[in-house]
């Protein structure tokens, strides 16, 4: 078979965790229509009770034409981010693309109402997933010579008067920072670290929180992150790196 050269990603292979539903999901359909071949990872089941699995996404892209493997990964168990990433460089040779999309979402908690345990969970997932994936990636994309890491921001991780609380809000500026100095680390190897700071989306895990409510008329569906993804998996650090973007200024402010 041919190669289409006029999707963008023919060729290359990204791994988005938290890929069973929402935005990963979303960001994992867009990488298979534009040519990737993609490892969705989510946990095996999830404790949150909310549909979607990983198989069911891959299954979704197969049917739509596309390739994807569906791995079971929680985040935040080295073990499984290292079984995660060897069966990616078994299964295709290479990792081009990293998103680090699975995270927790707590809002609306204040701090007297988050047990330590709902803490420790959402710090594992939000900022040790992101470390431990990229700790495990990152020698595979220097072997090549060049890579794309895109970490999930929010705009509760730079301004505390939008209400994300003491737990979002702390994990997500944590991810920004540490974005910005990995894309510092990585500048030499040619890879890319960004933050996509997606805006409010109506996402299923969204519509479990009440807090969401507040806003819900103006989120947008997670397929609007599509483009602005594919944007920065084709990016390397000799393009576009060590940023904070927002999705929607995508085509306005960058990505033109
Ligand atoms: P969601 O619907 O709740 O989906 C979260 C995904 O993360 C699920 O696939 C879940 O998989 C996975 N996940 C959670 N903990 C995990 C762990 N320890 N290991 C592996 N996977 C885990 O959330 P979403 O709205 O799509 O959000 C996706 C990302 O975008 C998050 O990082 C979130 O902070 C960020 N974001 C969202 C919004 C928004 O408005 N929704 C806005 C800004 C940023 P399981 O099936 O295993 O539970």
Redesign the pocket.
């Known amino acids: 078979m041919q190669a289409d050269d006029s999707k963008k990603m023919e060729g290359m292979v990204a791994i988005v965790?938290?890929?069973?539903?929402?935005?990963?999901?979303a960001i994992a359909k867009e990488f298979a229509a534009e040519g990737a071949k993609v490892v969705v990872?989510?946990?095996?089941?999830?404790?949150?009770g909310?549909p979607?699995?990983?198989v069911e996404t891959a299954e979704q892209i197969r049917e739509a034409g596309g390739e994807a493997m569906a791995l079971t990964?929680?985040?935040?168990?080295e073990e499984q981010v290292v079984a995660m990433v060897s069966q990616t460089i078994n299964m295709y040779g290479q990792i081009d693309v990293l998103v680090?999309?699975?995270?927790?979402?707590v809002l609306g908690e204040t701090l007297l109402d988050i047990d330590p345990e709902k803490w420790d969970?959402s710090v594992?997932?939000?900022l040790r997933?992101p470390y431990l994936c990229s700790r495990s990636v990152l020698p595979w994309m220097i072997g090549q010579g060049r890579g794309s890491i895109i970490n999930?921001?929010?705009?509760?991780g730079n301004d505390h008067a939008q209400g994300g609380g003491v737990l979002?809000s702390a994990t997500?500026a944590a991810v920004h920072m540490f974005s910005f100095c990995l894309a510092d680390e990585v500048r030499e190897h040619n890879i890319a670290v960004n933050i996509l700071?997606?805006?409010?989306?109506?996402?299923?895990?969204?519509a479990?929180i009440p807090w969401?409510q507040r806003d819900w008329e103006q989120?947008v569906e997670?397929e609007a992150v599509g483009s602005s993804a594919v944007y920065l998996a084709l990016q390397d650090a000799s393009t576009f790196t060590g940023q904070l973007v927002l999705r929607a200024e995508f085509g306005e402010t960058w990505g033109t």
């Open positions: 965790t938290g890929a069973s539903r929402g935005l990963g999901r990872s989510a946990r095996r089941s999830s404790p949150t909310l979607g699995t990983a990964c929680d985040v935040s168990d680090n999309n699975a995270g927790v979402m969970q594992a997932a939000n997933g999930l921001g929010s705009r509760m979002y997500k700071s997606p805006g409010g989306l109506k996402t299923e895990g969204s479990a969401t989120r997670p």
